[in-house]
């Protein structure tokens, strides 16, 4: 992928919508350093006097910079916002706005890493109109209310927020605070949010000093649900990490106008709502090495039976874990036996197990069956013993299979044939590179031979 120097803005953008929009590249790149520099200056408090998101609507806003698909001027703040998030990740990508590298740990191995979201952004979708996969462009419930942990308001407790569609120019308050400033909620604010209702309450005062009370975990389920109605799923960079493999998700745009991290330090509720980490270990510990080694092998004695299998070595691995060739963490892998070498050392098939998968599936995930899934991963795994054995292993092709579906539903159907016809021109033009000596050698000898049959 060309840097972000290289690129253009596209001149043609489908948005969440449903609306398709114009960008001069020449234009917002003209306009951007006036917003970009005013923006350097700094308030009383030493803080940014204005916020990251407003300076990106002041560049679409500048001039010939936004067009609807007719060439009409269009006006960045009658756009919903996912609309808008979009097309500010578009600046960013593109190199038009400044995006410094995040720093960032590898979620599998913990490898520290630093890269600008942005730059990794998969644009074919938006630039071919292909927003129509049922799960990444699945428009956000605005009619439900979404469950949250509890909280109190007012006298009531609150388990669910309501939020309604707002366009940029009604969230404005929200989107000119400055991401290095400290938060304040407020009536302006929580209308700028959207959040039409916490609970049955609807009065934005009652629900500003609810929010500002809120326990941590209840103000982080907040956020992320206005990330998920304000940002479309596409907005998502993949980092694959150099030393395991794994991807990595990282939002795009990074800098977002709402942070998950806690608006104050909180008091233990004498109701026991707002105590912070209340629920911590409530799901129960999750087992340690040993005890979950007696649990694998317990669970491998009974599936080895049931299956009609033996001598496949086990391995619980504590270790970083594997992945498969999308990135994702494995549970478990296989690996086929081999003959014996000239030493005459032959190794057996092997089932291994990674401990630290399990254990980052069960924190993520209060439902994870710890026990149902090493049976299933174990059986899993057999199942590709049996196959090999049979010399065809279907569910691997499936895997690669899904793999390769889930690449092409990120990256864009048009895109993934792009890559695809440059790979194919690539790899021929590699084989030329390399052959063309011999391609000489046999076009002067079947001159030669021509010629001498001539006389």
Known sequence: MPSSAQRLLPAQVHLPSGSVVRLSDAAARAHAPAVFGAAEDRGSDGHAAVGRCARDVQVLAGPSVLADAR???????????????????????????????????????????????????????????????????????????????????????????????????????????????????????????????????????????????????????IVDLYHEARYPARLVAVHRCQGCGARNDLDVPLERELDRAPLRAHEADPDGIAAPGAMAGAAGAFPDLDAFEARVRAAAERVYEARGVRNIDLFIDAGVPACDDGGEPLLGCYTPGTPADELGIARPPEIRIFYRTFRTEAREDPGFDVDAEIVETIDHEVTHHLHHLAGSDPLDDEEHEHIEREQRRRIGHAEALRRARRGALSDLGGFVRATWPAWVIAAVATALAWCEGGR
């Open 71 to 221: 060439g009409a001027p269009l006006d960045p703040l009658g756009l919903p916002l996912p609309d808008a998030h979009v097309l500010r990740a578009l600046l960013a990508f593109a190199g038009v706005v400044p995006e410094e590298p995040g720093k960032y740990t590898c979620e599998n191995c913990g490898a520290p890493f630093e890269v600008a979201p942005s730059s990794l952004l998969e644009i074919g979708p938006f630039t071919d109109g292909e927003l129509d996969d049922p799960e990444l462009d699945r428009p956000f419930d605005f009619h439900a209310s979404h469950p949250i942990p509890a909280l109190r308001v007012g006298r009531a407790v609150c388990r669910g927020v309501r939020l309604v569609e707002r366009t940029v120019d009604e969230a404005l308050p929200l989107l000119r605070l400055p991401a290095d400033g400290a938060l304040r909620i407020t009536p302006s604010l929580v209308v700028a949010m959207g959040i039409a209702a916490l609970g049955r309450e609807r009065r934005a005062p009652v629900i500003a000093e609810a929010l500002a009370r809120a326990p941590d975990e209840a103000w982080a389920a």
